[in-house]
């Protein structure tokens, strides 16, 4: 399986941006597409995800109501919009494939990761 994510930028506070997830290879049991982001400093951390087969999507508490995760199955992508963007939205954001059967925030429960996409929010 190979993630491939782009759409990452450097905009205002209040901005949005729209991430992409393009999944390839053993795309036919994909099951939960993750979106983890990683700040400056910090540790890798949940935002959202979706599980592929049913479109169940969760969200982390401080991007629920600001943040939209979407697939698209005929394109094998998965999005992330990102509205009302902040500063401290500010992190390298992460695509991963995770054959479990429910959306996972914990890192390790994922098996492919996407080389992941800077995301800068300016005050």
């Known amino acids: 399986v190979q993630l491939q994510a782009s759409g990452g930028g450097s905009v205002q506070a209040g901005d949005s941006l729209r991430l992409s997830c393009v999944v390839s290879?053993?795309?036919?049991?994909?099951?939960?597409i993750g979106w983890f982001r990683q700040p400056p400093g910090k540790e890798r951390e949940f935002a959202a995800g979706?599980?592929?087969?049913?479109?169940?999507?969760y969200y982390t508490h401080s991007v629920r109501g600001r943040f939209i995760v979407s697939k698209d199955n005929a394109k094998n992508t998965v999005y992330l919009q990102m509205n009302s963007l902040r500063p401290e939205d500010t992190a390298v954001y992460y695509c991963a494939w995770g054959y479990v059967d429910y959306v996972s925030s914990l890192p390790y429960e994922y098996d492919y990761w996407g080389q992941g996409t800077q995301v800068t929010v300016s005050s």
């Open positions: 290879g053993r795309t036919y049991d994909k099951n939960v």
């Open positions: 979706i599980n592929w087969n049913d479109g169940n999507t």
